[in-house]
Structure formats: structure tokens, C-alpha cells
């Protein structure tokens, strides 16, 4: 019997996979056996991950577009449906953050946490959903956080971008479920990349969340593969709607 987790002839576009947990979640899919389409703003970083991971042996392609704009979003969308086959499978990765007190927290900075975090999940989303649904079948996974139900100091604007991609997941499940979509969401918890690379240098903040932590540690971005490849494979093919905490237990304690 094929394993329910197999992902052979599957494609999956992976949006800011260049690095970090993108990257990560790219290549989890790719050893479950799918093609992966590797997507980011910059080019060159972009081919330079593209290589590393078609190295593995993986089926790689990379196309760079910027996922808060609307036309680049779109052309890119017809060009992988055209040139390089459907989308299977969509993961809602790319995203920023921007620290700093909610009072000094400049105008122009929350505009583009806003849509980078969140705007880009509905524009990303919308074109490929509709393809899907024409084909009767699709998953797609959307990167929600730990702060999806909480936050921090200096934080705020990117909770609450991260709270309404939760909810937006939940919503496009109870839309397009009908049309045999599956849409869920990971809710990673606090993870050493790049992207956290500040936080990991300061002695006391790496000192709270290895005691915060019942898991005593921060997450590896290759702890992320499980749950990606769970969500996107047919074993998952009743789940929907659902956001699956990856947290070391962070949420299960106070």
C-alpha cells in the first residue's frame, strides 16, 4: 500500500523559501517526493537555495515575485500554472517583522507588516485557489505563529497580523472546502533562524525561552517538516480548517 504521507507527482510552491523556515519546509516536501517551486524577492538568493536544494536530488524550480504586489503575484501564478504544471500544494510562508514600542511604531512600517504578513496570504491564495477548485482538489497551508493568540512587547502589529492569518485560514476552509480544498494553518512557535537571529544573541531572552519552554530549547527549522508534509498529504485529507501549534509545548503552560 503507497503511504498516505507520499507526495509523489505533487507540486508545491512554497512562497519566501529562499531560507529559514521556507527552505525547510521546501525541502520536507521535496523528500516526501514532490516538486517544489521555490519563491522570494531576491534572485540571486533565491537561485542559490534553488541549486543547494536540486543538489539533494529534488525536482526544483524557482520563480521570484513579490508577494505584495498584486500584478507580480498574478503573472507569476499564470506562468507556474502554464509553464511548469499546477499547484498542488500552496504554503503561505513569506513574512517579516519590525520591532518596536506600539507608540513609536512607524506608520509606513505597519502599512508593509500588513502586507507582507497578511495581505500576501489572500493575494497569493486567491489565484491559486481558483485553479484548484476548477481541478476539484488542493491543499493549502498557511504560516500562522505563536503570537496568533498572544503577544509581546514591540510585537503588536505583527500578532495581530498573525491572529487574522489565522483566522482568514479558517475562513478560506469553511469556503472552499466544498470544492475539495484543504486549508489549515502551523503555528510555529519560537524557532532558530534568521529571522530570530537578535533574539538568539541576547543572553536573557534565550535564557526565558529555554525556561519558558517545556521542551527547555528553540525549535530547528527541519522540526517543521512533519507537520508541513502531514498537512499537504492525503493523510490529512479530513483536517481543515485546523492550525497546528509547533511549539515545544509554549501554548500548553503558564
Known amino acids: 500500500m503507497p503511504s498516505p504521507f507520499d507526495l509523489s507527482g505533487k507540486r508545491a510552491l512554497v512562497t519566501g523559501s529562499s531560507r529559514g523556515l521556507g527552505y525547510a519546509m521546501a525541502k520536507a516536501l521535496a ?3 514532490a516538486s517544489v517551486i521555490l519563491n522570494a524577492r531576491d534572485s540571486v538568493a533565491l537561485g542559490a537555495a534553488a541549486q543547494d536544494l536540486s543538489a539533494s536530488g ?5 520563480v521570484a515575485f513579490d508577494v505584495t504586489s498584486r500584478e507580480s503575484i498574478n503573472d507569476a501564478v499564470t ?10 500544494i500552496l504554503v503561505n510562508n513569506a513574512g517579516m517583522q519590525f520591532r518596536s514600542s506600539l507608540e513609536a511604531f512607524p506608520p509606513e512600517k505597519f502599512d508593509q507588516v500588513i502586507s507582507t504578513n497578511l495581505t500576501s496570504v489572500f493575494n497569493v491564495s486567491q489565484p491559486v485557489a481558483r485553479h484548484m477548485i476548477a481541478r476539484g482538489s488542493g491543499k493549502i497551508i498557511n504560516i500562522c505563529s505563536l503570537l496568533s493568540g498572544m503577544s509581546r512587547p514591540s510585537v503588536a502589529p505583527y500578532a495581530a497580523t498573525k491572529a487574522a492569518v489565522a483566522n482568514i485560514t479558517r475562513g478560506m476552509a469553511v469556503d472552499w472546502a466544498r470544492h475539495g480544498l484543504n486549508v489549515n ?8 533562524t534568521e529571522l530570530n537571529e537578535a533574539l538568539l544573541k541576547d543572553e536573557k531572552f534565550n535564557a526565558w525561552i529555554e525556561t ?11 522540526e517543521l517538516g512533519g ?5 499537504a498529504s492525503e493523510a490529512a485529507r479530513f483536517v481543515n480548517g485546523h492550525i497546528l501549534y509547533v511549539d515545544g509545548a ?3 503552560t503558564v
Not at 58 to 62: F, I
Not at 212 to 222: D, S
Not at 227 to 231: E, N
Request: avoid cysteine; glycine fraction near 14%.
Open 31 to 33: 523528500e516526501a517526493g
Open 250 to 252: 509554549f501554548t500548553a
Open 185 to 192: 494553518g502551523i503555528a510555529p512557535g519560537y524557532f532558530a
Open 212 to 222: 519558558r519552554t517545556p521542551m527547555g530549547r528553540w525549535g530547528q527549522p527541519e
Open 58 to 62: 529534488a525536482t526544483v524550480s524557482a
Open 227 to 231: 507537520a508541513v508534509v502531514f498537512l
Open 79 to 88: 506562468y507556474i500554472e502554464d509553464q511548469i504544471g499546477p499547484i498542488d
